[in-house]
């Protein structure tokens, strides 16, 4: 006798279970017990045996009827997400597409931040998994091998990226996190695992700085022909992208020209955005000293998020209304970033703050981002559709991520709270639209750079003429803008998922009030939009035209 509703929300369950075996690391970050103490094995025949399951899961389920809507979406996200995940795999571009914000080393060192230390069996599995590191490394030494045999590579700019991070959890990262989690007299083991799992990271920085970056390509960007099937991946729409491209531009014009008339506001006309915003950032008024005053801070805002919101709004469920920040290890990449909680939610949902090393902080550009991480933007979000287990699937739930749906609505949360007057601050106003205008550019120069489009002055974007529009158009810092690029030339066709994304968000909201008309009601709306899961933008909207309030 079935406990699940049908037969395709069991095949996801089993998905789900059979992929946690085979990834340690993905069962921690879903709250699977078991495997805690281990870690990945990244070698090309690790990754085959997956796909191989991949395969099997793909052709069962492609075989199975839906018995309704539920079951007709949740079928089709699953084919879609499966299919998806194979052609980066019989491509190889699973494994030569990397960089600092997404790399097997990177994956490592953000598991441990969701792993318990409270009690002694918690921290030995801590300090297994630290032992673990150095072969969890070797084996993807030996994929990076092996796709060097086949004479594929990944560019110069991302290896050094990566030996870069790689040095910097190698030289203190590791034991840093050890002396917080208890002291060497008391768990010595774990600070030895801690000294071991450096060693580990400094030889595997060394390795792809002496030997794998010298060979590896010289160009920058992948190109049209690997472009497309990445934006495609990442957005869940069939893209124009010169379309695209051109209004990437269209719309960081009018955000300037907004930025332009709030500096205005600030008695600053006549200044160049990069003046205004340096005068932002130098100001008092939103000034927060310390890390633990700026925890504090986001967490106390996100609260205020909720009270304002929560029945007005959106229809926010008591056991997701807290969402955790925490300040993210050394080595994450520039940008705040959000983990969504453990199935059962005993670990909440939370937002990570990178300090680069700095102890002061304002706030004018923090507040948009806080709203797109925590609520109503990721937060809300993920966490809405963890807990929806009665109308999706547990692959549904956990793995069906879409940057364009996902990403999408966290700059539509955005938006929206700047409808509800959020921004009457100028300086907040300011720092939102320094938001949009960092995501309108890189719709700009990642589909540029990757496709070999001409800059504003016709010449081939490249990392410096992008370097110098994050900061004179996106008011970017200069050491988040490198991080910017590099990230973007790392992970082509993530980077337009958010503008792409908001535009759909966007566009489904007013075709359904124009709809409806007076029968619209935005609560119901977001509550409808939210539970529906996850989902690539083409299908979502084709989803959402059906909506009847």
Request: aromatic share 10%; hydrophobic share 40%; proline share 4%.
């Amino acid at each position: 006798m079935t406990t699940h509703r049908s037969e395709i929300f069991a095949i996801s369950d089993e998905y789900i279970d059979t992929l946690g075996r085979m990834s340690p690391m993905n069962a921690t970050a879903l709250g699977i017990s078991g495997y805690d103490h281990l870690l990945d094995d990244f070698s090309v025949a690790a990754e085959t045996k997956a796909a191989d399951y991949r395969r099997d899961v793909l052709n069962r389920v492609k075989a199975m009827t839906p018995i309704d809507d539920i079951d007709r979406i949740a079928r089709e996200v699953l084919i879609e997400r499966v299919e998806a995940a194979l052609k980066l795999f019989d491509s190889k571009e699973a494994f030569i597409t990397y960089g600092p914000i997404a790399n097997p080393a990177a994956g490592i060192r953000s598991i441990f931040t969701l792993m318990s230390t409270d009690s002694p069996e918690a921290i030995a599995n801590v300090t297994s998994r630290l032992n673990a590191i150095g072969k969890a490394l070797d084996s993807w030494k030996s994929t990076l091998e092996d796709m060097h045999k086949q004479g594929l590579g990944t560019s110069r700019r991302q290896v050094l990226g990566v030996s870069e991070q790689l040095e910097v959890h190698g030289s203190g990262g590791y034991a840093d996190m050890a002396r917080s989690i208890d002291s060497e007299s008391k768990y010595p083991d774990l600070h030895l695992a801690a000294q071991n799992a450096e060693a580990a990271c400094l030889s595997m920085s060394a390795w792809m700085k002496d030997v794998h970056a010298p060979r590896s390509v010289d160009v920058d960007g992948v190109g049209a022909e690997r472009y497309a099937p990445w934006a495609r991946y990442f957005t869940g729409a069939n893209l124009d992208l010169r379309a695209t491209y051109e209004w990437g531009i269209e719309d960081l014009n009018q955000i300037n020209a907004r930025m332009f008339k709030a500096a205005e506001k600030l008695g600053l006309a006549g200044k160049s955005l990069k003046e205004v915003a340096e005068y932002c950032e130098d100001a008092e008024l939103h000034s927060i000293e310390g890390e633990e005053a700026l925890l504090a801070k986001l967490i106390e805002f996100t609260e205020q998020a909720v009270a304002r919101l929560d029945g007005v709004y959106f229809d926010i469920d008591p056991r997701i209304k807290f969402c955790d920040a925490r300040i993210a290890p050394e080595g994450s990449a520039a940008a705040p970033y959000y983990m969504p909680p453990s199935e059962d939610l005993s670990r909440p949902g939370t937002t990570w703050f990178p300090t680069l090393g700095h102890t002061r902080f304002n706030f004018w550009h923090i507040a948009s981002t806080w709203y797109h991480e925590a609520v109503p933007g990721h937060h809300l979000q993920v966490a809405t559709v963890t807990i929806e287990a009665d109308r999706l699937t547990r692959f549904q739930r956990t793995e069906a991520w879409i940057s364009g749906y996902g990403e999408g609505w966290a700059l539509y949360a955005e938006r929206f709270m700047d409808e509800l007057g959020a921004f009457e601050d100028p300086a907040y106003e300011l720092g939102y639209l320094s938001g949009q205008a960092l995501r309108a550019a890189r719709i700009i120069v990642d589909i540029g750079m990757h496709c070999g489009y001409e800059d504003f002055e016709g010449k081939p974007w490249n990392a410096d003429s992008a370097f110098n529009l994050m900061v004179d158009r996106a008011l970017l810092a200069p050491d988040f803008a490198k991080s910017e690029i590099d990230r973007y030339l790392g992970w082509p066709g993530q980077a337009i998922s958010y503008k792409v994304g908001e535009r759909v968000w966007v566009r489904t909201r007013e075709d359904a009030k124009k709809r409806l008309g007076d029968k619209f009601d935005i609560k119901a709306w977001h509550n409808y939009a939210l539970k529906i899961g996850p989902m690539g933008l083409d299908p979502f909207e084709r989803e959402m035209s059906t909506y009847k309030g």
